[in-house]
């Protein structure tokens, strides 16, 4: 799903700590740099709020 990346977002996420890429989720493998699940993870890879107008959450996303 893809968001847009506002003022709210970006005070909201520092705000409560929002996790959202995949070096957070549960199915990110460190190592390779992969979705354990196979998605494609370019998009979902960390991504400074600062510098970005809009995020693409994944929908297999899990809190690791």
Known sequence: MKTVVDG???????????RYACEHCAHFDSPSGECSQGFPN??????LLESTASLTFCKSFELG
């Open 8 to 18: 709210r977002l970006r005070l909201e996420a520092a705000v409560f700590d929002l």
């Open 42 to 47: 370019d998009e979902h890879r960390r991504r």
